[in-house]
């Protein structure tokens, strides 16, 4: 399995680029990076650490990280779902950290 500081740097680095940011409370970052690789070693794919897998890549390509749904929570909460991603002014603290409600729909959750 990839060491979890070794992910952190490669996606820090791919992710900053796009304006995408860890979120600045770093145990945070690592518990969610370290679920990610159990996830890639149990399925063979990093779906999102806070939301279920079914095991078929078909079935969950919308919640391989980054989902299909981060940049539309990051734009409009500052932060994915998880607050693993988000943005600039999110960690800066220049806007309120607010839920991020569930954008996934129900019926992908049923396997």
């Known amino acids: 399995m990839m060491d979890v500081q070794k992910l952190y740097h490669i996606l820090k680095e791919i992710q900053e680029k796009n ?14 990076l370290k679920a990610l690789l159990i996830n890639k ?4 794919y ?5 939301r279920l897998a079914s095991g078929d890549k078909e079935k969950d390509k ?8 981060r940049e539309p929570d ?4 500052g932060s994915c779902f998880c607050n693993l991603y988000v943005s600039k002014e999110w960690n800066e603290g220049k806007i309120e950290h607010r839920y991020v409600p ?4 129900p019926e992908k959750f049923g396997f």
């Open 74 to 77: 990051v734009r409009e909460y």
């Open 46 to 50: 990093m779906g999102c650490p806070c």
């Open 102 to 105: 569930e954008r996934r729909p």
């Open 41 to 44: 070693d149990r399925y063979g």
């Open 19 to 32: 304006g995408y940011f860890f979120n600045r409370k770093r145990e945070t970052v690592f518990e969610l």
């Open 62 to 69: 919308d919640i391989i990280c980054p989902c299909v749904y």
